[in-house]
């Protein structure tokens, strides 16, 4: 169990400890990239995660996992070091592939070997508090690497914010290759992982509590996953100095790294107790943007806090509900709901704030919450 968890951790740390991650949009900008040309950006990194999502996620369910979460950090340090070494528009582009890559072969596999390894040693019941806290190793990690970022970048330049991250993504790497997993890789000739992907989905369809869990996944997880890119205009605009807001941000994800630590206490929270979590979050999330001052960030956070809290909890959810021979598909094709589900978000952002502001665009995004803690109210099972 100790081999297993503080692996995890130092995996997770690593893999969102990039310097890269704060200041890649200036590098963009200090480059000569237009507006539209970083939204295209955004945008390919997206799609290449919706792309290679459900399948990367069948691959896992046919193949050894901690290959796969040994292999992505490779893939995004490949990425990130093409972007300091080649600074250009196809750098970026080809970077932003690798990076979608390289995560989308994470993504359903983490989740799975956690399970699986959790199950052999009888500890089932503690996924939830476990990945609860990879999930804030993880925050900790992005928390580390915003503080660092600036005086490495000042010391160094964007060559040396590129090493550090690439740096640690190869240590995630390495990390990685200490994984327990006992479970073995079906053989060549046995269950490819197309059938398994079509053997997932018909098992998401048929049975009403997995496909219920799986809609709860990108319902809770996608709308504050993707207002974090958007956390540094909200904060700009309650008019501190630009320097304050790197300070402020720090808040808010402190706010969501005690939810991520929070959830080994409320993993047992049953259907009425996350609809009353998502509901308080969706309003301290809106009451904290309406005010416009920096007075009202610590409620942001404690919205961050709930909703990260609640994300664990969905995904526990839906681990209870499958099993293992479909984990890692049935966990990827949660992970494409959330994508999709952010893209549209970023859309539907960028029409509300242009119209209004960043702050009643926060606002706004407090709604969909609310819904799906109506609806969690009143559905049954």
Known sequence: MRRLTWTLYSYAFLG????????????????????????????????????????????ADTVSR??????GPLLTAAGLALWVLLPSYGAFALGFLLWGAGGALGSGALEALVHDELGRLGAEGRYARVMGRVRAAGLVGVVAAMGLAGPVLALGGYPAVGAASVL???????????????RTPAAPGE??????????LADARADRPVRDAL?????????????DEYTPLLVRG???PDG?????????????????????ACARLGRTGLAVLLAGAALALAAGALLRTPAGLPLVALAFGGFQLATVLADARLQDRIDDERRATLTSVASLGTDLTTIAVYGAYAAVSSATSHAAAFAWAALP?????????????
């Open 16 to 59: 969102d400890f990039v310097l890269l991650y704060p200041v890649y949009a200036l590098l963009f900008s200090d480059t000569g990239l237009s507006s539209w040309q970083i939204s295209s950006l955004f945008a390919l990194w997206s799609v290449t995660g919706v792309l290679l999502e459900v399948p990367s996620g069948a691959w």
């Open 168 to 182: 640690a993504c190869l240590l995630a790497a390495a990390t990685a290759t200490r994984l327990p997993e006992h």
């Open 238 to 240: 309650t008019g501190v």
């Open 66 to 71: 901690r290959l796969l979460l040994w292999l």
């Open 215 to 227: 809609l709860l996944v990108p319902a809770v997880g996608a709308v504050w996953g993707a207002l």
């Open 244 to 264: 304050t807001v790197p300070y402020l941000l720090l808040l808010i994800w402190a706010g969501a790294t005690a939810g991520g630590l929070l959830s080994g």
């Open 191 to 200: 269950e490819g992982w197309v059938a398994t992907l079509r053997a997932g």
């Open 369 to 381: 919450y609310l819904v799906t803690a109506v609806f969690l109210r009143g559905r049954r099972g």
